[in-house]
């Protein structure tokens, strides 16, 4: 089991960027691929990045492919999402996940660990 603590969200004007990490309990964070979700107001959760075990894949949604950056560092047992050329569009609670799959996935429901969330607000 892993436990998962996001930080670093806030306020930013449009075409500004944030760094978001999440940071996972464990010593077997290695074993689980990771993914940032986010949700705006009176929206579903959707997939934004996802990074396999290794870090040597990543997948993106089209969202936000050519702005965000989806890395991690096993040593620290943490993940993180910079958010560059940012969008009002952009405004929602980030969620950090983890998956115990093989291969990192953009489908919600296979992710069976979470994050509180943290907020990220872009004004124009």
């Known amino acids: 089991q892993v436990q998962l603590v996001e930080s670093g969200g806030g306020l930013v004007q449009a075409g500004g960027s944030l760094r978001l990490s999440c940071a996972a309990s464990?010593?077997?964070?290695?074993?689980?691929?990771m993914a940032w979700f986010r949700q705006a107001p009176g929206k579903e959760r959707e997939f934004g990045a996802a990074?396999?075990?290794?870090?040597?894949?990543?997948t993106y949604a089209d969202s936000v492919k050519g702005r965000f950056t989806i890395s991690r560092d096993n040593a620290k047992n943490t993940v993180y999402l910079q958010m560059n050329s940012l969008k009002p569009e952009d405004t929602a609670v980030y969620y950090c996940?983890?998956?115990?799959?093989?291969?990192?996935?953009?489908?919600?429901?296979?992710?069976?660990?979470w994050g509180q969330g943290t907020q990220v607000t872009v004004s124009s």
């Open positions: 996940a983890a998956t115990s799959r093989v291969v990192q996935t953009t489908i919600r429901g296979w992710y069976a660990y």
């Open positions: 990074i396999s075990r290794s870090g040597d894949s990543t």
């Open positions: 464990g010593r077997t964070f290695s074993s689980y691929a």
